[in-house]
C-alpha cells in the first residue's frame, strides 16, 4: 500500500507532518465553503428570487476590487500567520453576526450573505495557495500540491453530501449551517498556527510574496499592450472571457429551475448540497480516468472545444425542454467540463508564452477579465430578464450566440497555438518538466518532429528530452536516424527516447555497443540485454566474453546494475582483471566503467580492486573510486577516503562518499573532529560532512563536541548544526547544551575585551600581531554566539538581528537591538544585552566583570590566560610576545607549549625557544 501510494505522491520525510497539516487545512476550507455555498444558494433563490441573481452577479464584480486592495495593503504590513488568523477572526465574527442578521429576513440580508459567501471562496483558497507556496520550495511543490488538490476534491464531496444530509435527515435549518462553519474556521486556524510553528523550528522565514505598487500600476497598462500585440493572447483572454459570461448565464439558468422544482429552504439546500458535491467528485474522476485520453487523440484544439460543444448540446436542450433535467445537465456540463479538461487545455494554451509574460497575463485575468466579464455576464441578464422579460428558454438562445463567439474563437486558436508553440520551441522558451506533463497532444507532438530535423543540435537535443517519456509510433522514424549523430548527448537521448517505444529495435541498439561514448554504449547494451530473445544469463556472459573491452567493460556495468544475483555474479576476478591491464586510448575510460560497477557490486571480494583504483594516475578514476567506496558502506574504505578528504583535489567526492555512510559512521568522524592531531582542514571539512547527515545522533555528537575543541573548529561545528537544523524539522537541540556553550562564548567575549583593551601591549611587530588577533577574535565570538543563537530561535530572525548588530547605521542597530530585547530569555538578555547595548567597551568590561568574576589587570596576566586557552592562533601569537624579560611563571607555560598535542603550538613554542 506504501509503495502504490508513494508512486502517486513522493512525500519525504520531514515534511509528512506538514503536509498533512496543509492538507486538512485545505480539506476543511474546502468543507467550509460547500457547507456556506448551498446555504447561501437557497437563502436567497427562496428569499428573493432568481430573478435577482443579476444584480448579486454584478455587485460581486464592483465589491471584490476594493475588497481585493484593503486585504493586499492589509499583507504588505503582516506576516503570513498573522494575515491568515486575523481573517479567519474576522470571518468567524462575521458568521456570528451574519447568523444573527438572517433572522431579520430583510432583502439586504440575502444579498450581502450572498457577495461575503462568494468572497470568502476567492480569498480562503488564495490565503491556501499562498501559505502552501511559503512554506513549500519549488520542488516540493511538485510533490506535495497534488495531494492538496485531492484534499480539495474531498472536501468539496464532503462538505456537500454532509450539507444535504444534516438538513434533509436531521432538519437542521438552512442558518445554522454557520455554526458548523464558525467550528471549521476555528479549526484551520489551529492547522495553520500548527504549520507555522513546525516552519519556524525550520529557520525558514514564511513571508507574503509581493510586488512593489509602483509596478503594479505600471504593469497593467504594460501588460493589456503587451496582450493586444500578441494574436495568440488576445483569443486566450477573449477565450476566457466567453467562459466567464457563459458560466454567469448557466449558473442563472440552474438555479431559475432548481428553485422552481424546490421551493421551499430546507429541500433546496439538500439538493444544492448534494449536486455540489457531486459533481467535484464527477469532474475529478473525468480528469483522472478521461482527460489524457482526449487529449492524445483530439489535442489541445478538440480539447478547448469541448466544454463549448457540451455547454452547445445542454443549451439546447434547455431551449427543447426546459426544466430541472435540462438545469442539472447544463450546469453540470458547465462544472464537470470547465474543472477538468478545459482547464487542461487552457493551461496548454499558455504553454508557449515566456513566463514572464505568461505570469503578467495571468494575473491581468485574474484581476480583470475574470471578474469585469461575470459582472458583464450580469448587466446582461438583468437587460434581458427585468427589461425585456426573458424566460429560461430563451436565455438558451442568448448562451448559443455567445457559444458560437466562443467556439469561433477555439477554432482560430488551434493555429496560432501551433505557430506560437514552434517560435517557443526555437528560442527554447518552454520548461521540459512542465511540458512533460501535457505532452501527448497531436500538435505538440508535429513541432517537436518537426525541431528534430532541425540542423541545430541544441534544439534536436531540446526536443528529444520533451519526448524521453513518450510513446508514439510517428517519431520513430524521425529519432532513428539520430543514433548515427555525431554529438554523443543527441545519441543518447534518441536512444532513451526509442527505449520508451513499444516497438523493437534490438538490430539498431547492438550497432551501438561499439560506440565511442560509454554512456552510449551503456543503454544500448541494458537495451539489447533485456528485449532479446533468450536467456539473459547467456546474453550477459557472451557479452562478459567479448574480446572488445569497450563491450566487455560495459556488460560489467549492466551486469552490476542487474537485479538477478546470478548476473551479477557472472563478474569475477578475472574479468576485472583483465579490464584493469588494458592499455590504449580506451584504457582509462575502461578503468572508469570497472571503479562505477565495482561500487553497485558491492562485493567484499573486489575490495582490493578499488582500493588500487582510489590511486590511479588518472583524476576522473579516482573521484569514480572514491564515490564507489562510499556507495559500498564498507567501513575498511573509511581511512582511506579520510585521507582523500585532505587532498584538495577530492575532498568534495570523499566528503559526499564518507556521507553516503550516513549514521553508522557519526561516532567515527567525532572521534576524528576533537582529535588535534588530524589536520584543522580536514576536521573542518568533517564538520561539513555530518552536517549532511540529518539524524539525531549528528546532532547529539556535535553539541557533545563543542566543550572539546578550539574556537577555530567549534565554529564549524556550530555551522552544522545550523545546517541541520535548516535539513530536517524532526531534529531536537538540546537546550541546556547551547546555553553552556552561549555562556562560554560571552565569557570569552568579555575577556578578550579586557585583554584586547589594556594599554601595555609592546609595540612590536609581535605585540600588534597579538592585537589583530585579538580583534579579529571579538568578531569570531560575536558571530559564534548569534549563531549559537540561531539554534534556539529563528536562523533567519537572528541572522537579520546579526547584520543589525555588525551595520554602521544607527538605525539598523537599534532596530536590532529593540528585536533581541523583546525575543530573547531573560537569563540570556543579562549576559547578551551589554555587547548587543549602544555602550562603551569600559563599561561593557565592567559589566563582563560582574557577570563572570574574571579579571585580567595587565599584560602578564593576559598572557597567562592566553597561553592557558585552548586557541591555537591566539597562544602562538601569545608565545611570540614573550620575551626574556617576561616573568619565569610565563617562560614556563611557553616551554609547556612545546609538547602541546596541537602542532601548530608545538612549532611556535621551538621557534620562540631558537629565538
Known amino acids: 500500500m506504501k509503495r502504490v501510494f508513494g508512486s502517486i505522491i513522493d512525500i519525504r520525510r520531514g515534511e509528512i507532518a506538514l503536509t498533512l497539516l496543509m492538507f486538512f487545512y485545505y480539506y476543511l476550507l474546502l468543507v467550509t465553503y460547500y457547507f456556506l455555498k448551498p446555504a447561501r444558494d437557497s437563502l436567497f433563490l427562496v428569499k428573493l428570487g432568481a430573478e435577482q441573481l443579476p444584480i448579486v452577479f454584478i455587485l460581486i464584480a464592483l465589491i471584490v476590487v476594493p475588497i481585493t486592495t484593503l486585504y493586499s495593503r492589509a499583507s504588505r504590513s503582516l506576516k503570513l500567520n498573522q494575515l491568515i488568523n486575523a481573517t479567519a477572526l474576522i470571518l468567524i465574527i462575521n458568521l456570528f453576526v451574519l447568523r444573527w442578521l438572517l433572522e431579520l429576513t430583510q432583502p439586504w440580508v440575502f444579498y450581502l450573505f450572498y457577495i461575503w459567501v462568494s468572497i470568502f471562496g476567492i480569498l480562503s483558497t488564495s490565503q491556501f495557495w499562498l501559505l502552501a507556496n511559503a512554506v513549500f520550495d519549488a520542488t516540493q511543490a511538485k510533490r506535495t500540491f497534488v495531494l492538496f488538490g485531492l484534499g480539495g476534491i474531498v472536501g468539496a464531496f464532503t462538505g456537500g453530501e454532509v450539507t444535504s444530509l444534516i438538513v434533509r435527515l436531521f432538519g437542521v435549518s438552512t442558518e445554522n449551517l454557520l455554526f458548523f462553519c464558525m467550528i471549521f474556521l476555528g479549526a484551520c486556524v489551529l492547522l495553520v498556527n500548527s504549520v507555522w510553528a513546525i516552519k519556524r523550528r525550520a529557520d525558514v522565514e514564511v513571508a507574503v510574496p509581493s510586488r512593489a505598487k509602483t509596478r503594479q500600476k505600471e504593469s497593467y497598462g504594460d501588460t493589456f499592450k503587451m496582450i493586444k500585440r500578441s494574436r495568440h493572447l488576445m483569443l486566450i483572454v477573449g477565450i476566457i472571457a466567453m467562459t466567464m459570461a457563459t458560466a454567469s448565464f448557466v449558473d442563472f439558468q440552474f438555479k431559475t429551475v432548481s428553485v422552481e422544482a424546490f421551493p421551499t429552504k430546507q429541500e433546496l439546500t439538500s439538493f444544492l448540497g448534494r449536486f455540489y458535491g457531486r459533481l467535484s467528485l464527477i469532474s475529478f474522476l473525468f480528469q483522472l480516468l478521461f482527460s489524457y485520453r482526449v487529449l492524445r487523440v483530439l489535442g489541445v484544439g478538440g480539447v478547448i472545444l469541448f466544454l463549448p460543444f457540451g455547454l452547445l448540446a445542454a443549451s439546447v436542450a434547455m431551449l427543447v425542454y426546459p426544466g430541472l433535467l435540462a438545469g442539472i445537465f447544463v450546469r453540470g456540463a458547465d462544472g464537470v467540463f470547465k474543472y477538468s479538461i478545459d482547464k487542461t487545455g487552457r493551461e496548454l494554451l499558455f504553454l508557449p508564452v515566456p513566463l514572464e509574460v505568461k505570469k503578467r497575463t495571468k494575473i491581468f485575468i485574474d484581476m480583470f477579465v475574470d471578474r469585469w466579464f461575470r459582472g458583464f455576464a450580469g448587466l446582461l441578464l438583468l437587460l434581458f430578464v427585468s427589461v425585456l422579460g426573458f424566460s429560461v428558454r430563451q436565455l438558451s438562445v442568448v448562451v448559443l450566440l455567445i457559444l458560437a463567439i466562443w467556439i469561433t474563437m477555439a477554432l482560430l486558436i488551434r493555429k496560432e497555438y501551433v505557430n506560437a508553440f514552434r517560435k517557443a520551441l526555437e528560442r527554447r522558451e518552454i520548461d521540459p518538466g512542465e511540458l512533460r506533463i501535457n505532452i501527448a497532444e497531436a500538435s505538440t507532438l508535429k513541432a517537436l518532429r518537426t525541431a528534430l530535423a532541425s540542423k541545430n543540435e541544441r534544439q534536436i537535443a531540446y526536443a528529444l528530452e520533451m519526448l524521453s517519456d513518450i510513446q508514439d509510433s510517428e517519431i520513430v522514424d524521425t529519432i532513428r536516424p539520430l543514433l548515427h549523430h555525431e554529438s554523443n548527448e543527441i545519441r543518447l537521448k534518441a536512444a532513451r527516447v526509442l527505449q520508451a517505444q513499444e516497438s523493437d529495435f534490438v538490430a539498431e541498439m547492438r550497432e551501438l555497443l561499439t560506440d565511442r561514448d560509454p554512456n552510449v554504449q551503456r543503454h544500448a547494451m541494458r537495451y539489447v540485454c533485456e528485449r532479446s530473445e533468450g536467456d539473459q544469463f547467456d546474453l550477459m556472459k557472451s557479452h562478459l566474453e567479448d574480446p572488445d573491452l569497450r563491450i566487455k567493460a560495459t556488460a560489467m556495468s549492466c551486469a552490476a546494475e542487474h537485479r538477478d544475483l546470478g548476473v551479477r555474479g557472472l563478474v569475477d576476478d578475472d574479468v576485472i582483471r583483465q579490464l584493469l591491464a588494458s592499455e590504449g586510448e580506451d584504457a582509462e575510460s575502461v578503468r572508469l566503467r570497472v571503479a562505477e560497477a565495482l561500487g553497485k557490486?558491492?562485493?567484499?571480494?573486489?575490495?582490493?580492486?578499488?582500493?588500487?583504483?582510489?590511486?590511479?594516475?588518472?583524476?576522473?578514476?579516482?573521484?569514480?573510486?572514491?564515490?564507489?567506496?562510499?556507495?559500498?558502506?564498507?567501513?575498511?574504505?573509511?581511512?582511506?577516503?579520510?585521507?582523500?578528504?585532505?587532498?584538495?583535489?577530492?575532498?568534495?567526492?570523499?566528503?559526499?562518499?564518507?556521507?553516503?555512510?550516513?549514521?553508522?559512521?557519526?561516532?567515527?568522524?567525532?572521534?576524528?573532529?576533537?582529535?588535534?592531531?588530524?589536520?584543522?582542514?580536514?576536521?573542518?571539512?568533517?564538520?561539513?560532512?555530518?552536517?549532511?547527515?540529518?539524524?539525531?545522533?549528528?546532532?547529539?555528537?556535535?553539541?557533545?563536541?563543542?566543550?572539546?575543541?578550539?574556537?577555530?573548529?567549534?565554529?564549524?561545528?556550530?555551522?552544522?548544526?545550523?545546517?541541520?537544523?535548516?535539513?530536517?524539522?524532526?531534529?531536537?537541540?538540546?537546550?541546556?547544551?547551547?546555553?553552556?556553550?552561549?555562556?562560554?562564548?560571552?565569557?570569552?567575549?568579555?575577556?578578550?575585551?579586557?585583554?584586547?583593551?589594556?594599554?601595555?601591549?609592546?609595540?612590536?611587530?609581535?605585540?600588534?600581531?597579538?592585537?589583530?588577533?585579538?580583534?579579529?577574535?571579538?568578531?569570531?565570538?560575536?558571530?559564534?554566539?548569534?549563531?549559537?543563537?540561531?539554534?534556539?530561535?529563528?536562523?533567519?530572525?537572528?541572522?537579520?538581528?546579526?547584520?543589525?548588530?555588525?551595520?554602521?547605521?544607527?538605525?539598523?542597530?537599534?532596530?536590532?537591538?529593540?528585536?533581541?530585547?523583546?525575543?530573547?530569555?531573560?537569563?540570556?538578555?543579562?549576559?547578551?544585552?551589554?555587547?548587543?547595548?549602544?555602550?562603551?567597551?569600559?563599561?561593557?568590561?565592567?559589566?563582563?566583570?560582574?557577570?563572570?568574576?574574571?579579571?585580567?589587570?595587565?599584560?602578564?596576566?593576559?598572557?597567562?590566560?592566553?597561553?592557558?586557552?585552548?586557541?591555537?592562533?591566539?597562544?602562538?601569537?601569545?608565545?611570540?610576545?614573550?620575551?626574556?624579560?617576561?616573568?619565569?611563571?610565563?617562560?614556563?607555560?611557553?616551554?609547556?607549549?612545546?609538547?602541546?598535542?596541537?602542532?601548530?603550538?608545538?612549532?611556535?613554542?621551538?621557534?620562540?625557544?631558537?629565538?
Open 601 to 915: 557490486l558491492n562485493n567484499p571480494k573486489f575490495r582490493g580492486h578499488l582500493l588500487g583504483l582510489m590511486d590511479d594516475p588518472s583524476p576522473v578514476v579516482v573521484e569514480q573510486a572514491i564515490r564507489s567506496a562510499g556507495r559500498t558502506g564498507d567501513r575498511e574504505f573509511v581511512p582511506q577516503l579520510l585521507k582523500k578528504l585532505s587532498d584538495k583535489q577530492y575532498r568534495w567526492p570523499a566528503r559526499d562518499a564518507l556521507a553516503g555512510y550516513g549514521d553508522r559512521i557519526v561516532g567515527t568522524l567525532s572521534d576524528h573532529i576533537v582529535d588535534t592531531s588530524v589536520p584543522v582542514p580536514v576536521r573542518s571539512r568533517l564538520c561539513r560532512v555530518l552536517s549532511t547527515i540529518p539524524t539525531q545522533h549528528s546532532v547529539d555528537v556535535l553539541i557533545s563536541t563543542l566543550d572539546q575543541v578550539e574556537s577555530v573548529i567549534k565554529y564549524h561545528v556550530i555551522k552544522a548544526l545550523n545546517n541541520l537544523r535548516v535539513r530536517s524539522l524532526e531534529l531536537k537541540f538540546p537546550r541546556e547544551p547551547i546555553t553552556d556553550a552561549l555562556l562560554e562564548e560571552t565569557e570569552s567575549y568579555y575577556t578578550i575585551l579586557q585583554i584586547l583593551h589594556i594599554d601595555q601591549h609592546p609595540d612590536t611587530p609581535a605585540g600588534r600581531l597579538l592585537v589583530k588577533a585579538l580583534e579579529e577574535k571579538t568578531d569570531e565570538n560575536l558571530e559564534r554566539i548569534f549563531r549559537l543563537l540561531g539554534l534556539r530561535y529563528p536562523a533567519k530572525d537572528i541572522y537579520s538581528a546579526y547584520l543589525g548588530i555588525v551595520s554602521t547605521r544607527k538605525d539598523l542597530r537599534a532596530n536590532a537591538i529593540e528585536f533581541l530585547d523583546n525575543i530573547l530569555r531573560k537569563d540570556l538578555k543579562r549576559y547578551l544585552s551589554p555587547i548587543m547595548d549602544n555602550i562603551s567597551d569600559d563599561a561593557r568590561i565592567r559589566r563582563g566583570r560582574e557577570l563572570f568574576g574574571v579579571t585580567v589587570n595587565d599584560v602578564n596576566e593576559s598572557l597567562e590566560y592566553l597561553l592557558k586557552g585552548r586557541d591555537p592562533w591566539l597562544k602562538a601569537c601569545a608565545i611570540f610576545t614573550v620575551t626574556k624579560e617576561s616573568p619565569p611563571e610565563i617562560r614556563k607555560l611557553v616551554e609547556e607549549c612545546r609538547t602541546d598535542p596541537h602542532p601548530v603550538i608545538r612549532e611556535t613554542a621551538f621557534l620562540a625557544a631558537n629565538r
